[in-house]
């Protein structure tokens, strides 16, 4: 199983803002930084903040920033909104499933039991998580920062 490339950037995107607190960035600093095509960032800033998950600021002074705190947004929630197709086999979509094994086979029940696992790890981790803002958010002032 391999993401899209678009949930990948998603998921750099708003990591990156969430490293950046609460300062707005700009596509072309995104875009720069992550080494990303500005208009992909630009198609990507504007369905994250569509889906709730960035505030954009029109304007000279404008960007865009986390529209809740990262520890409010779980991966898995993110990949589910970039990857349209979780059909990991044939026999997922009952509409079009000609699989002759369907009526007996047990390996879409492991698959589904597999996908499932997979988004209990994805919806157990946030963004602020790994982005390492969490404990820089809760670290006292004369706390060591974390190696």
């Known amino acids: 199983m391999r993401l899209a490339d678009y949930t990948d950037y998603a998921l750099r995107v708003l990591l990156y803002c969430a490293r950046c607190d609460d300062r707005l960035v700009t596509v072309a600093e995104i875009a ?3 080494g990303l095509a500005k208009n992909h960032v630009m198609k990507i800033v504007a369905d994250l903040a569509h889906a709730g998950l960035l505030e954009t600021v029109r304007g000279r002074s404008g960007g865009v920033r986390l529209m809740r705190p990262a520890r409010e947004i779980r991966v898995g929630d993110v990949v ?3 990857e349209t197709d979780l059909r990991l086999t044939e ?3 009952e509409r079009s499933n000609a699989c002759k094994l369907s009526p007996e086979c047990r390996l879409r029940g492991v698959f ?3 996908l499932h696992a ?3 790890v994805l ?4 963004l602020a998580e790994l982005a390492g803002v969490a404990t820089r958010q809760t670290k ?3 706390e060591p920062a974390p190696a």
């Open 140 to 142: 006292t002032p004369n």
């Open 80 to 82: 589910r909104l970039g």
């Open 91 to 93: 026999c997922f979509d």
């Open 118 to 120: 997979f988004f209990g």
């Open 123 to 126: 919806d157990a981790i946030t």
């Open 32 to 34: 720069e930084q992550q």
């Open 112 to 114: 589904a039991r597999a």
